[in-house]
């Protein structure tokens, strides 16, 4: 008989709903149940793609011996981590402090009140490799809670506190200069695998914020080594079995320095931050392969990830058939079957084919990223394409991974950013449409819930927004501006801004929180800046602001901007791995950023002029344009609220464009050579 989990929307709460488990979903119906049967709550965080969670749920939750002894002991509670990030964050930093390391499935004690007093992650249903069985602790730990309770209390309270203190501010710095940004690229420098690309030795990450603070670095340092890093890890990467060569897509990390064997997940976020670096590789050195990638994901993204109204699902699962990997792997005989002599020649001479195979006698497709074939992405030979084909057709007819079909929207956002700026530089109109559909049915869901919500499913709304949505669809909305020339997008995401400071900046401790002033009454109020497998919310909003500032010129923008910045910069540069993102926000204050503005009474000139600016490379820059002009009052003042384009107003049949730095301005241009020849002589790009 299902339990309680059958009513939640969450397909990682859904897949344990059939567990003899008498789970509860995170709430007060579980604690009040805690309390009033003076027992602990065994808090159990997951997520759809989870590998290990697959694992520890067979083994242990469904297991009637271990559910039994959960079930009159505890109560249990499972919680999605996409869906509620907070809890995850929380809880995770407890299990971090005691055990000195984290990742899921999370496990964690709590007393009634929530308070955590012992955790881990996975753990195997009997005593395995020196690790305790969870039948054992599951007694051990409800022995301590009737037996020891003042201890208990009194460690759950200690480990609060000491959260609480890891989340106070960092030192602050008043000096901001070039050489902190000097001093990231030197740490990165250390930890950079020259053989292989990426950073660190064993299990390897994409790390793509990291990689877009080195392009951004290459272009005031060229004569640096970021690029080198930045070109030899988006070759390996896209060369191994990270990347799904056949249908398109990266995994989520591999386990190996090669990049060779993937963990088999694949995560939205992750296609959308690495599809927009390898957009930007693209426009930084010219080479078509890198754009390739891109589209070629876009193409993984609008056919297996996306639904009816555009929403992008969240992840798909490394596991099938009870197995991880067993959707992509192939037996190294298997390729002679279905190709003739004449394929298979053509096969072998690119891609690197092992008799023994690669992983446990399996092969996972990957080629010598030293050749100059790229794999199916940089060949035009349509024998290839056809190899490719029959491929995908043979591999379709297994069965397929879980999909998670949940959408949140900060992932949603920033997936449709970069399918924005896959539009702005390869100029194909298809990619535009796609991040159009996809933000005005977040905004439909967003008008229909009155605000902004975390998650999505089949039109039903999760949880309240957090930090990260807010701040990442603001800069989704002002790149739709960019794109489209259109004001509404600038007015929107101002009154996003709005909100988002209202509801998570604290003023007297300067401060954002990740979830609203009115959000869930947890045992802290969780503050994350580093920038983990996502940009944070903390520093998506830093960035965020400083835009806007520039555009509508608000101080109040500009003042908490330099305020998150002071007490960021420093760590920052001595973990720049850990704050990709704040590192490219960094750059963006310590170097000029140029104001663009452009004017004109019909879209099709003004967005000829916009295109000048993505010819290049020119990652700070700031945009604001009017191409729906209109002489009524109503739209005069919405035009005239904007520095950049008070008191200009377009000549027929032409497009004006305005280069400025701090409001100071170049006279006005109507060419395309003209604001380009400006541009150069602005930056650094040639």
Not at 296 to 307: G, K, W
Not at 383 to 409: C, E, G
Request: with cysteine.
């Amino acid at each position: 008989m299902p339990n309680r989990l059958s009513k939640e929307t969450s397909p990682y709460l859904l897949q344990h709903k059939d567990n003899p488990v008498n789970w509860f979903a995170w709430g007060l119906d579980a604690f009040g149940e805690a309390k009033a049967r003076d027992v602990p709550v065994l808090l159990s965080v997951g997520y759809s793609s989870c590998h290990w969670c697959h694992v520890m749920e067979y083994e242990s939750f469904e297991n009637e011996e271990i559910a039994k002894a959960m079930n009159d002991n505890f109560v249990s509670v499972k919680v999605d981590r996409e869906e509620r990030p907070d809890i995850d964050s929380i809880y995770m930093s407890a299990v971090q402090s005691m055990t000195g390391q984290g990742g899921w499935p999370l496990t964690v004690f709590l007393t009634s009140e929530g308070l955590p007093f012992f955790g881990g992650t996975y753990y195997p249903p009997k005593p395995r490799g020196g690790m305790p069985g969870f039948g054992q602790i599951l007694l051990a730990i409800s022995d301590a809670y009737k037996n020891r309770r003042p201890e208990i209390e009194e460690s759950g309270s200690y480990l609060r506190e000491h959260i609480k203190t890891s989340i106070t501010g960092t030192p602050a710095t008043n000096n901001f200069e070039p050489r902190l940004l000097e001093q990231a690229y030197e740490q990165l420098l250390t930890q950079y695998d020259w053989e292989w690309g990426g950073f660190g030795n064993s299990i390897k990450f994409p790390q793509s914020m990291a990689l877009e603070f080195l392009l951004r670095y290459h272009l005031n340092h060229p004569d640096s080594r970021a690029l080198e890093m930045v070109e030899t890890s988006l070759q390996k990467m896209a060369s191994g079995g990270l990347y799904d060569h056949l249908g398109g897509g990266f995994h989520r990390y591999s386990t190996d320095k090669k990049w060779l064997v993937p963990h088999f997940e694949k995560m939205l976020y992750d296609n959308a931050l690495l599809s927009r670096l390898y957009v930007h590789a693209f426009q930084v050195t010219g080479n078509n392969f890198y754009l390739t990638v891109a589209k070629d994901i876009y193409e993984y993204v609008d056919r297996d990830m996306t639904d009816e109204n555009g929403l992008f699902y969240s992840a798909e699962d490394a596991d099938s058939e009870g197995q991880e990997g067993t959707y992509y792997l192939w037996d190294p005989n298997e390729f002679r079957h279905h190709l003739t002599d004449l394929e298979m020649t053509l096969f072998r001479s690119t891609f690197s084919l092992r008799e023994e195979g690669d992983f446990e006698g399996k092969t996972i497709l990957h080629y010598d990223s030293k050749g100059m074939d790229f794999g199916f992405l940089g060949s035009r030979d349509p024998s290839l394409l056809d190899i490719r084909k029959k491929l995908v057709d043979i591999r379709n007819s297994r069965q397929k991974p879980f999909k998670d079909n949940k959408s949140l929207l900060s992932w949603n956002a920033l997936m449709s950013l970069s399918f924005i700026e896959g539009y702005l530089v390869s100029k194909e109109d298809k990619l535009l449409e796609k991040a159009k559909l996809n933000i005005n049915s977040l905004s439909e869901l967003i008008e229909f819930n009155s605000g902004l919500f975390h998650s999505s499913k089949g039109g039903q709304i999760g949880s309240y927004g957090y930090l990260e949505d807010y701040s990442s669809l603001i800069l989704a909305m002002l790149a739709m501006h960019e794109a489209t020339l259109d004001l509404e997008w600038l007015a929107k995401a101002e009154k996003i801004a709005d909100t988002l400071v209202s509801s998570f900046w604290d003023s007297h401790e300067t401060r954002l929180y990740d979830t609203p002033e009115d959000g869930d009454d947890l045992i802290i109020r969780p503050s994350e800046s580093y920038d983990n497998a996502t940009p944070s919310g903390s520093s998506m909003t830093a960035e965020a602001l400083f835009k806007l500032s520039l555009i509508n010129n608000k101080s109040k923008y500009l003042n908490i901007f330099i305020s998150l910045m002071k007490s960021t910069a420093t760590i920052a540069s001595e973990h720049p791995v850990s704050f990709g993102n704040w590192l490219c926000v960094y750059d963006s204050y310590i170097y000029p950023t140029i104001e663009i503005a452009i004017i004109a009474d019909d879209p099709k000139h003004a967005l000829k002029m916009r295109d000048c600016l993505y010819e290049s490379y020119i990652p700070n820059h700031i945009f604001c344009g009017n191409a729906y002009f209109s002489y009524t009052e109503k739209a005069r003042n919405k035009w005239d609220t904007y520095p950049l384009l008070n008191d200009r107003e377009p000549k027929t049949d032409i497009a004006m464009a305005y280069l400025c730095e701090n409001y100071v301005c170049e006279l006005p241009v109507s060419s395309t050579t003209e604001l380009l020849q400006l541009i150069r002589q602005k930056t650094k790009v040639s």
